[in-house]
């Protein structure tokens, strides 16, 4: 919350004009160039964080993939440096470095230093392309300490540099060459983001969904910081992508493909891929793409091919006699794994995120290609048809039964005080942007929790024991779990079934979820999983981040779910006492307190073994072995305190690992789990048996 002083209020009631705050002619500030990027960067590419700086990779390599989309690239080469700097090298054209008829000064300059500049806005350049707005590579030009472009062109290298948006040399010829293509070298600015450093593995995720959005291309990643190499390529394009992510999953059919193009008045020339298969497992997993671009919130052609889907099914099941109850949508989503890729020349998208598609056409243009070919498919494949039937009809059946479970559960909340979990202790506070919710793993620790808590805007809901994993559970069964049925009244907003691409509300046909969460019925601005910091600890706050991906995402999307962080070790030296939440801040402390002197020894262990060690300087160090061996003024000084504590707000990619973590760990394939625990043993300190 803000608060104003007396001060404050006063002027803000009398309409007094502060003090050095007129409004003039003069108060208007022209931003020129690439000086708005650098004021507002969050603007341009989402925030200054880890993801921002992920996202200058992504806006440099996208512009090579859209010379693989006109056909002008086979190759891309993205290198993480050891100097803190990335490269990406493609084998296109090369940008133009000729004078630019209106600017007069070198293209290659005009596209690195002016915002909206690109080959994008003309269709002879680029007829698909995921850059619309031309402000991406610019954009890293404005955010990056260093940047170098190397152009390979018509028999030259060309090259210029250029520091924060600015080009320090001229575009200059330095050598001669047989190829074409270019390299952009940038270093982020620390002067812009809070992390420099860039990580591998995220890297490595966006660049392998390109390869298999375009078969192809051959994508390879290098990391000198450490030797790792990579390379995709994905000659089965969409087929395998559907392969790889069902690969945890045991599947029921073979993938089915279908493509075709349409011509659009207001869209253009129209490419429609979809590839999807049926697994045994209950969960919807779509991916959806518009030029490459992940549209994470679905849109039109979403809803198209989610709308032929059920249409086609639904017919060819009820003209053979196959449907033992009324099919809906959500029956022929169970167990579905999709990937839907357009490519439109002049895509409409909501919002500059472009997370959803807003082309009316392109719904009707999904739809009659997926009716047209998969009724096809069906009829020339009847085994595979009666299976996909078979499936949809075992979810009716769940569904039906789900329905009852939770008109029993409402009559039972009916019949209890205000339709809340017992164990629940409530705050006063009944305002949700002004309360939070600590779920605590432990009865134990919840007595802490809920000792220590302010009452006021604090509520506490302790867990016994971990919770049902609900990946791998219909719907019916994880209602009659008590611990998820406490959660869901808690919180009070319900829940719904999250798919794989992130949209929730989008139905096909007019159809409505049996399951509803709404936003607007949350209980509380905050929830909070609190759980120890052991393998039991992570295990269940792994089960409860699957809980809230596949049942109430939209909580994550509006950042309101959170992980506490409470401390490892205690450390104290006198009357000294400091709180440690990792090994190398319980270092850094114990180094402070010596204040360079030489390390002491350990002189005695305490009757737990490595949780408390005393040296023989007086240093006393305890390792905290669960949330119930804090009183309820220490967990409220480390953890639950808004001045004090810390707190990991959860994303949807930590989420999403989570979902895929409880997939390898406790699914049906033996193969995967072995190969986690192999590579990731070397990991393990201290293990729990």
Known sequence: MEHMNNEEVNKENTGEEPENMSYTEESIRVLEGLEAVRMRPAMYIGDVGERGLHHLVHEVVDNSIDEALAGFCKNIKVTIHADGSCSVEDDGRGIPVGPHPVKQISTLEVVMCTLHAGGKFDKTSYKVSGGLHGVGVSCVNALSEEMVVQVFRDGKIYQQKYSRGVATTPVEEIGTTNRTGTIVRFKPDPLIFKTTTFKFERIAQRLQELAFLNPAVEITLLDERTGTKEIYRYKGGLVDFVKYIDSLETPLIKPIFITGNAVSENSGEVKVEICFEYNTGYNENLLSYVNNINTIEGGTHVSGFRSALTRTLNAYATANKLAKEQLIGDDFREGLTAVISVMVPEPQFEGQTKTKLGNGEIEGIVRTIVNEKLSTYLESNPAVAKKIIEKANLAAEARIAARKSRELVRRKNA???????????????????????????????????????????????????????????????????????????????????????????????????????????????????????????????????????????????????????????????????????????????????????????????????????????????????????????????????????????????????????????????????????????????????
């Open 415 to 689: 019949l209890e005080s205000g339709s809340l979990p017992g164990k629940l202790a409530d705050c006063s506070i009944r305002d949700p942007e002004k309360t939070e919710l600590f779920i605590v793993e432990g009865d134990s620790a919840g007595g802490s929790a809920k000792q220590g808590r302010d009452r006021r805007f604090q509520a506490i809901l302790p867990l016994k024991g971990k919770i049902l994993n609900v990946q791998k559970s219909r719907l019916s069964k994880i209602l009659e779990n008590e611990e998820i049925r406490s959660i869901f009244m808690a919180i009070g907003a319900g829940f719904s079934k999250s798919n794989g691409n992130g949209n929730e509300k989008e139905q096909s046909n007019g159809e409505s979820a049996d399951d509803t969460f709404s936003l607007s019925k949350v209980r509380y601005g905050k929830i909070i999983l609190m759980a120890d910091a052991d393998v039991d600890g992570s295990h269940i706050r792994t089960l409860l981040l699957t809980l809230f991906y596949l049942y109430m995402r939209e909580l994550i999307y509006e950042g309101r779910l959170y992980i506490a962080q409470p401390p490892l070790y205690k450390i104290k030296k006198g009357k000294q006492e400091f709180y440690a939440y990792s090994d190398a801040q319980r270092d850094e402390i114990i180094q402070n307190l010596r204040k360079g002197s030489p390390k002491a020894t350990v002189v005695n262990e305490g009757e737990e073994g490595e949780s408390t060690t005393t040296s023989s300087d007086g240093i006393v160090v305890s390792r905290f072995k669960g949330l119930g061996e804090m009183n309820p003024e220490q967990l409220w000084q480390t953890t639950m305190n808004p001045e004090t504590r810390t707190l990991l707000k959860v994303t949807i990619e930590n989420a999403k690992e989570s979902a895929r973590i409880i997939e390898t760990l406790m699914g049906e394939k033996v193969e995967p789990r072995r190969k986690f625990i192999e590579e990731n043993a070397h990991f393990v300190r201290n293990l729990d048996i």
